[in-house]
């Protein structure tokens, strides 16, 4: 999936727990086959090829993801969107970037984002894009779904506790050997060799969506690589957003909608789902959470 993947599994000897290991990896690779947007051969690629042209037919699985990406959409109003993936062509965060696109590049970018063209038929199993150009893509959803799916494999085969890591969407299940809880250390966004909040982990999932590991440095100013939909421009305002929920794909959508949404908009919101928490880090280094945490450093 271009992403790293940590994988720590507890079971009664090393032999096991690499085949147990081998097994997480076979299943993400399966998923990047089915939603990889740059393999050529995936159903998502297929998807984009023939958009303003005709419905593509694909497994459930992809349908079904697509679906809750929807919903993430209308929840968020907009503010989540698979769609963004059209705008990708204009801004590149690999350090080749030495100047911001045109004004016009922008404009036209948003012109194929919209997540009320995407269709989708329940009965024929089909993703349709309305727009020619409109492109859907899994960066924001894929690591944490295959989170999801590796816990529930190795949770099904009767493996006690682990941890699936995709790039920072994270799984866990059990504890550690010696009972105690897993935990998490949050980056301090503006030092990212210092953690400001260590949290334990019972049987959830967390992400972190933040501005400070993929970038681009233009005349001095910091673009993060999570776009705002609807001004095809990169968010502004927090540095990262750490969410706290049942699944990986849930507070992945969530920690990625907020970050565009900001501050304000964002505490509104995820105060509305009782078994979501989440801590939020300003572009300025404030702190503050979801009214469900407790004991936040500098939280105003």
């Known amino acids: 999936m271009g992403s790293r993947f940590d994988i720590t599994i507890s079971a009664k000897d ?3 727990a690499e085949k147990y290991i081998d097994e997480c990896i076979a299943e993400v690779s399966r998923i990047e086959n089915l939603l990889s947007d740059w393999k050529s051969d995936t159903q998502v690629s297929e998807v984009n090829r023939n958009a303003g042209i005709k419905p593509v037919k694909v497994d459930k699985e992809v349908f079904e993801l697509t679906k809750r990406a929807l919903n993430f959409s209308k929840i968020t109003d907009g503010a989540f969107d698979i769609s963004f993936a059209a705008a990708e062509k204009i801004w590149k ?3 080749s970037m030495t100047k911001l696109p045109s004004a016009e590049a922008v404009k036209e970018s948003v012109k194929k984002i919209g997540y009320q ?4 038929d329940e ?3 089909t993703i ?3 727009l020619p150009g409109m492109k859907i893509g899994f960066g924001a959803l894929g690591e944490g779904y295959a989170a999801d799916r590796c816990k529930e494999l190795m949770m099904a085969k009767g493996v006690p506790a682990g941890i699936v890591n995709g790039s920072g969407d994270m799984n866990t299940w059990g504890t550690q050997p010696d009972g105690t809880p897993w935990t998490i250390g949050i980056t301090n966004p503006l030092n990212k060799n210092k953690v400001f ?4 982990l019972r049987d959830n999932a ?3 969506s933040g501005s400070y590991e993929k970038f681009a440095m233009i005349d001095g100013k910091r673009y993060a690589h999570i776009i705002n939909p609807k001004t095809g421009y990169p968010a502004t305002g927090l540095s990262s957003v750490t969410v706290f929920g049942p699944s990986a794909e849930m507070a992945n959508g969530f920690s990625t909608s907020l970050m565009v949404m900001g501050k304000e908009a964002g505490l509104f919101l995820i105060n509305q789902f009782h ?3 989440c801590v939020m880090v300003t572009d300025t280094g404030e702190v503050f959470g979801s009214d469900n945490v407790e004991l936040i450093p500098n939280k105003k």
């Open 206 to 208: 967390v992400t972190t």
């Open 14 to 16: 090393s032999l096991s």
């Open 93 to 95: 965060f690999d350090g």
């Open 117 to 120: 063209n995407i269709i989708l």
């Open 128 to 130: 349709f894009l309305k």
């Open 197 to 200: 909040a260590v949290m334990p």
């Open 275 to 277: 078994d979501l928490k």
């Open 123 to 125: 009965q024929h199993s």
